[in-house]
């Protein structure tokens, strides 16, 4: 068995992907809704425009927990440090062997982008990131559950899906929904060096208009 | 993955190599087959919160595993390990105002790695910081899942190479998990301790009679 | 003498330039006809007529306008036959009329219609004499109702096919931006998720401590042990 000699760090393949700016930690995003009773439309429409039409698309039923990490105890003083940093935890809860996934997702990027473009870190984690979350410092914040369909198109990510309350009494096939609408996102995950992909995202939005109206939308700049 | 289990070995003339060159002679007697080479290195961060008890993250990584990053976190009174994606350090700098590391605390252990029968054995040098500290020895038996089925046989081949330094009595970290099923987070935490020990120098004392304090 | 003359001139001359037109679109229409058939496009059919139709309009107009001389009070006498062939009359007539012959002036300046066409007319004006009064106004009648029938079924089916196409073009809403922002919202904040029943719990310096999750293998649980922290204890309260 021929194995090489020197062993690099994992860490310093890390760096030196950094460096060359090869790391997709960059997600551009288009965002948009659809009343409940138009959804088939939009999904008829979507089937046509993303890869695989000929199969029915793929769902996903997921219970995400958001965790605030910040320093609880030194709340007054302004700055980032009072202000946190939220930590997004996903579970597949149709696929309980799945890893669990451990989202950070930045503020939108000020520019002229075609696309809202932030900052974001899928990390897949062992199932014991809550526990390791709230031993870090960390508080829950709030959950959801997300129920809805996945579809890609290249390297665009479309999901359709639908949020739902989590609360008190709330049965597992009895939970309160958020609106009358289904969530549309397209999003895709890039690299600093690599912006070509905006285009098609936006390509892809225009094609489903008027149905659905996707758009760069900063939720720091809705209302109160 | 079998079972491992992670031994400090003495090195009374404190020059490392010499030492390695030791084993890396006694266990070719055994007729193992040296393939290739393995690193294991940790991080660590600290809190700089000045309120609240004081929490330690140990950022460990292991080149058996190289796609995994193993983040421990070490409350005082308990331990946690998450193992995550790689892409887990990237999120440590967005974390850096409630944990930050400190590098001159950056310890790893760096050495060949040998195939005996079933046993796989890594010898490895550790340094911090670039500086020589201790060599560190890991052991791992593929057919067994849980410590307390083997560590007789795992003790007795151990002790033909190391000699006396390896105890009669599990480590410690083994003892508490006996008839667990034996994990790369286990192997990755038991490298933290020895990290650990290391690193506050109560490593040379006790372990044999020629041991210095450094 | 001289100024009638012109004025007739002038006439002529316009009268001829707008029969020219007609001519023009008659043929263009013609060759529409021939080249695309059943498979032409029924609105570029009826733009030809109606081109046509305006022409006519135009031409008439002209005639009786009161400046043009009144044409039926002018003779025109044919002072010589002749069999030879004319260059200048084959060309003037597009090369229908070869010569000024006694074949073809009796058909080019004739001021009543056909013999045949003039029998069957009057054989119609006899019959319509024939027939009662009273009779006819009652044809007459039957027939206005039922091209007023006629009438109402296309206005039916027309005002059905507008509303139709005017339902197409304003679509029902499939999407709301109010939701839209409320469900950003809710994605990036949190907001409408944290439950807030009672005012914020005691000041989050005072731990309780989380519920226990002792091994990984028991992680799962981990989760539900949250939703079921949400369903009991409030999340601040933690």
């Not at chain 1, 310093?12 to 997709?24: D, F, G, H, T, Y």
């Not at chain 1, 940093?85 to 799945?98: F, H």
């Not at chain 1, 974001?120 to 959801?144: M, Q, R, W, Y």
């Not at chain 2, 849980?146 to 003892?175: D, H, I, N």
Request: glycine fraction near 6%; hydrophobic fraction near 35%.
């Amino acid at each position: 068995m021929a194995m090489p000699v020197n062993v690099p760090h994992v860490g310093e393949n890390l760096e030196a992907a950094m460096k060359s700016q090869i790391v997709p930690d960059q997600e551009f995003l288009l965002q948009g809704s659809v009343l409940d009773t138009s959804l088939g439309v939009v999904i008829d429409r979507l089937r046509g425009l993303c890869d695989n039409a000929d199969i029915l698309p793929e769902t996903f039923h997921d219970h995400e927990v958001v965790f605030v990490l910040k320093d609880f105890s030194a709340m007054s003083t302004p700055g980032p440090a009072s202000q946190g940093v939220m930590l997004r935890v996903r579970r597949a809860m149709d696929y309980p062997d799945l890893p669990y996934q451990l989202r950070y997702v930045g503020y939108p990027e000020l520019g002229n982008y075609p696309a809202l473009l932030r900052n974001c870190l899928d990390i897949p984690v062992s199932n014991n990131v809550c526990e390791f979350l709230t031993e870090l410092g960390a508080k829950l914040d709030h959950e959801f559950i997300a129920k809805g369909f996945i579809m890609k198109k290249g390297r665009i990510k479309v999901t359709v899906f639908k949020m739902y309350k989590m609360g008190i009494g709330m049965a597992k096939d009895n939970l309160e929904q958020m609106t009358m609408s289904h969530m549309v996102e397209l999003s895709v995950l890039t690299t600093k060096t690599d912006m070509s992909v905006a285009e098609d995202l936006r390509a892809l939005a225009d094609q489903l208009k008027p149905l659905v109206q996707l758009e760069r939308i900063d939720y720091r700049r809705l209302g109160p | 993955m079998g079972v491992t289990v992670l031994q400090i070995f003495p090195d009374s003339s404190r020059s490392g190599c010499l030492e390695t060159e030791k084993l890396h002679k006694r266990i070719m007697h055994l007729d193992a087959v040296q393939c290739g080479m393995f690193t294991v290195d940790c991080d660590t961060c600290y809190t700089v919160t000045q309120t609240g008890n004081n929490r330690k993250l140990h950022i460990v990584h292991n080149s058996e595993t190289p796609t995994t990053t193993y983040a421990i976190l070490d409350t005082g009174t308990k331990q946690i390990t998450l193992s995550a994606d790689y892409l887990f350090d990237l999120l440590l700098p967005r974390l850096d105002f409630m944990y930050q590391s400190k590098k001159n605390l950056k310890i790893e252990s760096k050495g060949a790695k040998y195939e005996i029968g079933d046993f796989v054995v890594k010898i490895g040098t550790v340094t911090m910081s670039g500086h020589y500290k201790a060599i560190l020895v890991e052991v791992e038996y593929l057919p067994c899942h849980t410590p307390a089925l083997c560590w007789s046989l795992m003790r007795e081949f151990m002790q033909s190479f190391m000699g006396s330094c390896v105890k009669p009595t599990l480590p410690s970290y083994l003892q508490n998990r006996l008839h667990d099923i034996h994990t790369p987070q286990d192997t990755v935490q038991q490298y933290v301790e020895k990290f650990n020990e290391i690193r506050e120098g109560t490593t040379f004392a006790g372990t044999q009679t020629t041991g210095s304090g450094s | 003498m001289q100024r009638e003359e012109r004025v007739m001139d002038a006439t002529l001359d316009a009268v001829l330039q707008r029969v020219v037109d007609i001519k023009g679109s008659l043929q263009e229409l013609l060759v529409k006809i021939e080249r695309e058939g059943e498979q032409g496009d029924w609105p570029s059919y009826l733009n030809s007529f109606s081109v046509i139709s305006a022409q006519i309009y135009t031409l008439m107009k002209l005639l009786k306008n009161e400046k043009t001389p009144i044409l039926r009070n002018y003779l025109t006498l044919p002072l010589q036959l002749n069999a030879e062939s004319d260059e200048k009359l084959l060309v003037a007539t597009e090369g229908r009329v070869p010569s000024f012959s006694h074949d073809f002036v009796p058909n080019m300046l004739r001021t009543k219609p056909e013999p045949d066409m003039e029998q069957k007319h009057q054989a119609l004006e006899a019959k319509m004499a024939q027939v009662n009064s009273d009779t006819a106004q009652k044809q007459i009648n039957i027939h206005n109702r039922v091209v007023k029938h006629v009438m109402d079924l296309v206005n039916t089916a027309r005002e059905e096919w507008e509303t139709e196409t005017a339902a197409r073009t304003s679509q029902p809403q499939t999407c709301s931006l109010n939701e839209t922002q409320i469900l950003v919202a809710a994605l990036g904040t949190g907001k409408g998720f944290k439950i807030r029943a009672q005012p914020p719990g005691p000041s989050p310096t005072i731990q309780q401590p989380p519920p226990q999750i002792s091994t990984a293998s028991k992680a799962v649980s981990a989760v539900k042990t949250n939703i079921k922290a949400a369903t009991s204890i409030h999340p601040y309260s933690r």
